[in-house]
T-cell receptor
Framework: NAGVTQTPKFQVLKTGQSMTLQCAQD?????MSWYRQDPGMGLRLIHY???????DQGEVPNGYNVSRSTTEDFPLRLLSAAPSQTSVYFC?????????????FGPGTRLLVL | LAKTTQPISMDSYEGQEVNITCSHN???????ITWYQQFPSQGPRFIIQ???TKVTNEVASLFIPADRKSSTLSLPRVSLSDTAVYYC????????????????FGKGTKLSVIP
């Protein structure tokens, strides 16, 4: 299994541009989440999904959209990038029925918004 | 959401036992306590989880007193490779409705192991 994969690894955007961060897992996990981590800070939950077709907002959802059309994929869309969205983004997944804390994290996407 | 408080940083020599305490005064009845480890440029990795008393696995031990208002992660005989940031999380173990699956990572404790 590849586990949780994220693309791209690094991205530079200009203010106002839109883009999609990709996240995929091959472990048939029901739960998937997106976090952002700012320098010297912990992770903050953006959006999460408990299964295909079901999404919910986390702590910092503004400026981001998600959808979950398949179990495997959970893309994160930045609608109009702002410098405040410069961060490292982590995707995570967890199996259904298991405690949600036992999440498996991807390697992260570093985003710089100029 | 239960708020957690941890020391910002700790130093330890190789071979010593390290104890990192986390305070969570407003923990809810159905909340579990979980610890994650994060190395630079990597995503967090699950270490251990518990509800009460003591839990031990091959990596660490977790001590939770009866009032559950704090918990202590114990790392036996640390090595240089244990240098990382350690996060204490408190939250419900299962999704139980909209808005319930909210796990908060604080700033964590940066552990530096010295040769």
């Amino acid at each position: 299994n590849a586990g949780v994969t994220q693309t791209p690894k690094f991205q530079v955007l200009k203010t106002g541009q839109s883009m999609t961060l990709q996240c995929a897992q091959d472990m048939n996990h029901e739960y998937m989440s997106w976090y952002r981590q700012d320098p010297g800070m912990g992770l903050r939950l953006i959006h999460y999904s408990v299964g295909a077709g079901i999404t919910d907002q986390g702590e910092v959802p503004n400026g981001y959209n998600v959808s979950r059309s398949t179990t495997e994929d959970f893309p994160l869309r930045l609608l109009s990038a702002a410098p405040s969205q410069t961060s490292v983004y982590f995707c995570a997944s967890s199996p259904s029925g298991d405690r949600v804390e036992t999440q498996y994290f991807g390697p992260g996407t570093r985003l710089l918004v100029l | 959401l239960a708020k957690t408080t941890q020391p910002i940083s700790m130093d330890s020599y190789e071979g010593q036992e390290v104890n990192i305490t986390c305070s969570h005064n407003n923990i809810a009845t159905n909340d579990y306590i979980t610890w994650y480890q994060q190395f630079p440029s990597q995503g967090p990795r699950f270490i251990i989880q518990g509800y009460k008393t003591k839990v031990t696995n091959e990596v660490a031990s977790l001590f939770i007193p009866a009032d559950r208002k704090s918990s202590t992660l114990s790392l036996p005989r640390v090595s240089l490779s244990d240098t990382a940031v350690y996060y204490c999380l408190v939250g419900p173990p299962y999704y139980s409705g909209a808005g319930s699956y909210q796990l908060t990572f604080g700033k964590g404790t940066k552990l530096s192991v010295i040769p």
